[in-house]
């Protein structure tokens, strides 16, 4: 029995090798003569049951994944499989870590879904189907020409591995290895929780999403209590000496800087004990009312934590001499104050939000609960904005210290 493991949803152009594993694009494979004449066709019918549900897959460039000494369609046992799996929820999460939102390009963690075909070369091409049931499973034979596979509608885009990934941070999760288990399974956790909360599938609920990232937060404090886990992120993620913009008197933003300054603590901390403070009902049953409980909307929590989560990570890795900051790493810590103290998305009545570059959108929060469809264009608009100005924040603090060196301060 051969194995062919792939990412159908995902590309690669050229051989990419990262721990114990080499990615490959299956038309280099084919090239070179990675996969034998004599499995080629059904590696081929196997690739060709995936189909995007706009345009069609390009084969070529499709990832394929094996150990490093390994071929490419050598036999898997089972903990073969499973370490395939982990490793791939490890080049998962360091695509999200990338991820750019309200960017040109997205994608969720089911674009980078792994799937490990077990064949022969004279077989039929059937395919045995294992759905889960809760009294066990169910196993189905499929004929060859009814296999096939649509890309899911949640994947839009394709993952572009040599684009869309950070390499620095997947090649320190693939040496977590060396550290001691109990590091290992606090790394895994967090790694596997970050990468369940961010499927874009509709069939994972908003409120599981909040309780997988919190538990995430959780696993980097090993702690269960706000006391402990608040202090842990602060002291993973120190406050950096910078503020993106001055704050209206009123709004929200300077409400948060004033709890922040009473408390003598930085504002991430404020953040993350309100995104606590909401999924405790969650946690508890009570998903109906848990918004009005809190300042960020289940919407602006989920985003902040996509640059909070991966940063968090980056700093655990640091400390056990895995990881090496960057500038990429450091922009991002500056990213999050100013996403934190973002306006909030005003609530619409279903219509799209094309004004986004009016100055009247750049108002503090309306009166009353935020209800109906939020209106993430003005939302990304301002994102965007705060994100160029963490990238440009050194250079212009640069020609701030030149000019006052040279003239003097105002």
């Known amino acids: ?88 929820e490890q080049l998962t999460f360091a695509a999200l870590s990338a991820r750019d939102l309200f960017g040109h390009t997205y994608f969720g963690s089911d674009n980078l879904q792994l799937v490990i075909q077990a064949f022969a070369p004279g077989d039929t091409g059937a395919v045995m189907m294992v759905t889960r049931r809760r009294d066990g499973a169910t196993r189905n034979i499929v004929s060859k020409d009814r296999v096939k596979e649509a890309r899911p509608s949640h994947v839009s885009g394709r993952c572009d591995f040599a684009r869309d990934v950070d390499l620095p941070l997947l090649h320190a999760l693939s040496q977590v290895s060396r550290l001691k288990s109990n590091e290992q399974e606090r790394i895994a956790d967090i790694v596997h929780l970050w990468v369940g909360a961010n499927t874009d599938n509709h069939a994972v609920s908003p409120h599981s999403e909040v309780v997988d990232t919190v538990g995430a937060f959780n696993r980097l404090a090993n702690a269960d209590r706000e006391d402990k886990i608040v202090p842990a992120l602060v002291a993973l993620l120190p406050e950096v000496p910078w503020r993106p913009y001055k704050t209206v008197p009123g709004s929200r933003g300077d409400l948060i800087v004033a709890n922040a300054a009473k408390h003598d603590e930085p504002i991430r901390a404020v953040w993350l004990r309100d995104f606590i403070k909401l999924r405790h009902p969650y946690g508890h049953g009570r ?36 990881y090496k900051w960057t500038e990429f790493d450091a922009m991002n810590n500056r990213l999050l104050d100013a996403v934190i103290l973002l306006d909030p998305p005003k609530p619409t009545n279903g219509e799209a939000d094309s004004d986004d570059d009016e100055p009247d959108d750049l108002g503090g929060e309306p009166e009353g609960e935020l209800t109906g469809v939020i209106a993430t264009k003005t939302y990304g608009t301002r994102w965007q904005r705060a994100r160029s100005d963490a990238m440009m924040w050194p250079e212009i603090q640069r020609i701030a210290d030149e000019m006052e060196a040279r003239f003097g301060r105002a």
Not at 1 to 21: D, R, V
Not at 304 to 309: K, L
Request: contains cysteine; charged residues 20%; proline residues 5%.
């Open 1 to 88: 029995m051969h194995h062919l493991a792939f990412f159908p949803w995902a590309s690669i152009e050229a051989p990419l090798e990262s721990g114990n594993y080499r990615i490959v694009p299956y038309g280099f494979a084919v090239q070179n003569k990675e996969i034998s004449a004599e499995l080629l066709p059904r590696a081929a019918e196997i690739l060709g049951a995936y189909e995007g549900h706009v345009r069609a897959v390009d084969r070529e460039s499709t990832p394929i994944l094996h150990r490093i000494g390994r071929g490419v369609t050598d036999a898997l046992d089972d903990d073969a499989v499973a370490a395939a799996f982990l490793f791939r």
């Open 287 to 322: 998903i109906t009312a848990a918004e009005r409980r809190v300042r960020w909307t289940h919407f602006e929590h989920m985003c902040i934590a996509t640059v909070v989560v991966p940063l968090a990570v980056k700093a655990l890795l640091q400390s056990q001499g895995l």
